[in-house]
């Protein structure tokens, strides 16, 4: 395992491996989304090209096209961080089969313990196991939900240790830290080590499908959410799920809006209540993440081996 850690370490760049360099100047960080990958390149080329000619050329136009070739060189990249479901920068495993009448619902941003302990009567009430997508920093402060949503049945994930509002912003060794952090954390408290991840925002850039691998970390983005924070009416929202819901769709709902928006318990618990209930008028089955995605959820945990456990050998100085 350690062996198989040195070499995916050593596939980054020098400049780029991770610890030994903890770039802070958050504007490079963001300035990084624009390279390393072939779209964005294929879109840069026509635009030197097109100043060259028009250097050359000057005529009446030109620079509008070459201007919106730029926008586009911008906009692609961008599009791609923000949403999972391009695949742009890393695979994001966003739905399901699509041969069967299945789907799986999954929570973000807990656990609350204002809420979490009531969503999981209502799912237990309900029969539906669902994925919860845990902060690492809030998970240590409530062991004991995280420990009772996994005797329950359900599945537990990575959200980050902070789930930090400059995601974007963070160097590669910063980004390595939070996911590193909180799988550890939830590692001690499951003595299994989750297996998927869903970034913060579901925001991804260059740089972290090299350090998923290395944490043997999935991601897992989504193609059906309730954006409970915009329509807030559980009906609305439910409805909306409704309507974006297909065979193998994964469901994205939050517990809350984390350190920005606090949802009320009973608007929360509707919300879900009202969803189920319309899913399954028609025909859909809730099953866990990880069934409906073929694959394990957890990997046994190992200390003397673990990659997690090895942020603080000489490997990473």
Known sequence: MKDKRLSLFNRFPPA??????????????????????WLAYSIWIPVVIGIVLESIDPLPGKIWIIFGLGLIYLAVPIAGSFFPQMDFYLTSLSRGPKDRRQVALTFDDGPDPHITPRLLDLLKQEGVPVAFFFIGNTAQNHIHLVKRADVEGHLIGNHSFFHPYNWILLSNAQIFSELNRANQVLSEILQRTPRFVRLPFGVSRPGLSQILQILNLTSVGWDARGLEGIY??????????????????????HESYYRTQQFEPETVLETVRLTITLLRERGFTFVRLDQLLEQPGYAELDLATCPLYLESQPVWR
């Open 16 to 37: 780029e491996r991770l610890v030994i360099v903890a770039n802070p100047d958050w504007l490079r960080n963001f300035l990084s989304i624009f390279k390393i990958n």
């Open 232 to 253: 807030q009416n559980p009906k609305i929202i439910a409805n909306r799920i409704a309507r974006q819901t297909r065979n193998g769709s994964i469901i994205l709902l």
